[in-house]
């Protein structure tokens, strides 16, 4: 009996470790909610500041990093103009860049801008930059002008 009563104790510490481990890495992940807010912020940073102040403070600043969250600018031919992530993405033209999956998905957040003007682009993959993985990504995106304004959700 008293060998079970271990074993259930070290299994109940097993479990505890594991949900405290998966509750770190849960607060690691930005929000939906916070998504869209750093949107909003960034919307509001490009009025108050103009864009190129706002894209060089967006590529190489720090105000606009948190965690996973990130802020990325496409003008509406899918030309980057700031990337959070990765710097050497800004100036190209990606409107043909898929995901491993084959979905376009720089062509989706170009037609969502067109369309609606601002909302979610769901399900596809790409290159979370704190787990340096794959992962199943969201991107919430505001148009402003000539342009589109994301931040994205990892899913993973």
């Known amino acids: 009996m008293k060998l079970f009563s271990i074993f259930k104790s070290m299994l109940n510490a097993a ?19 916070e998504a869209e807010a750093m949107v909003k912020k960034a919307v509001a940073y490009i009025k108050a500041q103009g864009p190129e102040k ?3 403070e967006f590529t190489n600043g720090k105000s606009f990093k948190d965690r996973d969250l990130y802020i990325v ?6 030309k980057n103009l700031a990337q959070g992530a990765n710097p050497k993405l800004v100036g190209k033209d990606l409107i043909g860049l898929k995901d491993p999956d084959g979905k376009p998905l720089i062509q989706m957040f170009v037609d969502l801008a067109k369309g609606k003007g601002k909302g979610w682009v769901e399900g596809y993959k790409f290159l979370n930059p704190v787990s340096q993985k794959i ?22």
């Open 15 to 33: 479990l505890l470790s594991l949900l405290v481990a998966g509750g770190a890495q849960a607060a690691n992940q930005g929000t939906g909610p």
């Open 54 to 56: 706002a894209y060089d």
């Open 73 to 78: 600018v496409y003008d509406l031919n899918g």
């Open 135 to 156: 992962e199943g990504k969201a991107m919430y995106l505001e148009r402003v002008g000539d342009t589109l304004v994301g931040c994205g959700i990892y899913k993973n």
